[in-house]
């Protein structure tokens, strides 16, 4: 599979499905008490580190972690622990609204650290973000528990320790077929102290999200990245949020009530603000 050869009209939107995807699969099984967010997690890993070795052994390269992966093995399994746990309590459109706003707030937040300097208009943004946070997680009959929220925003923050750590490798696919064998050993070492439980179609569920959702829409996204600017990829991101929630009203039944509507209006143009060049 060579996705860098496909045409970006064809790569951007069938990534953007992927990540959306990832959300409404997971909320999908973990809406089943029977299904364990734990196992969840280890079988997407596992299923996807076993797609990527099929196509480093096509390809030829290798999938054995190095040791200079250990950062983005360890943030690759914090983000899906943290990210199936958050699921068992929040709406798939919630938790991808947050998912994503940790991961530019901590790709920003690198950037800060590194020494990029913040201009006005970014400041406002981050205001207007974090305004749109708030509002999504005050108290009240429609937010999100605090703790699934506390969760879903680690995952994005190990997401976007992932993403940028992970932006200057020459052989992206390879490092993640290495990161995801990595994560998917150390996942299966987390089941020992944690519930695994799959009903068959939480099984199935679980398999797709980590094959084709995961490691094929990462290919994806990875063969896009060279022909975008980091601007128009991180504009892209912003499009997840508001495809999973149409698919969480469609497929799961979730309604899209005024304060997520709110919030995600206000969090996205935060967001929006600060990538401006």
């Known amino acids: 599979m060579n996705a860098s050869r496909l045409p970006f009209w064809l790569i951007a939107p069938l990534a953007l499905l992927a990540f959306a995807g990832n959300s409404l699969l997971a909320r999908a099984v973990l809406l089943d008490s029977g299904n364990s967010p734990g196992a969840f997690a280890a079988v997407r890993l596992v299923s996807g580190a076993i797609l990527l070795a099929g196509l480093g052994a096509v390809r030829g390269f290798a999938i054995l972690p190095h040791r200079r992966d250990a950062p983005t093995v360890i943030a690759l399994l914090v983000y899906a622990l ?5 699921y068992v309590s929040i709406g798939a459109a919630s938790g991808a609204l947050i998912l994503f706003a940790a991961v530019q707030a901590t790709i920003i937040g690198m950037g800060l650290w590194r020494g990029d300097r913040i201009r006005p208009i970014q400041a406002i943004g981050l205001a207007l973000a974090f ?6 997680l005050f108290p009240g009959l429609t937010a999100p528990p605090v703790y ?3 969760l879903m925003g680690c995952a994005g923050i190990a997401w976007g320790v992932y993403s ?3 932006s200057g490798d020459g052989a992206p696919v390879a ?5 995801f064998t990595g994560a998917a050993v150390l996942g299966l070492v987390a089941l020992a102290v944690l519930p695994f439980g799959l009903t068959p179609m939480g099984w ?7 094959s084709t959702t995961s490691a094929l829409g990462y290919v994806l996204w990875y063969a896009l990245l060279p022909q975008i600017t980091r601007l128009t990829a991180a504009t892209l991101q912003l499009l997840v949020p508001a495809i999973t929630a149409l698919g969480a009203s469609a497929l799961l039944g979730e309604a899209i009530g005024l304060r997520l509507a709110g919030a995600s209006i206000l969090i996205l143009s935060g967001i929006a603000l600060t990538i401006r060049r």
């Open 82 to 86: 943290g990210f199936a746990l958050a």
């Open 131 to 136: 305004s749109g946070l708030c509002w999504l």
């Open 148 to 150: 699934a929220a506390l």
């Open 164 to 166: 940028t750590v992970n």
């Open 175 to 179: 490092r993640t077929a290495r990161n």
């Open 204 to 210: 199935a569920l679980a398999i797709v999200s980590g």
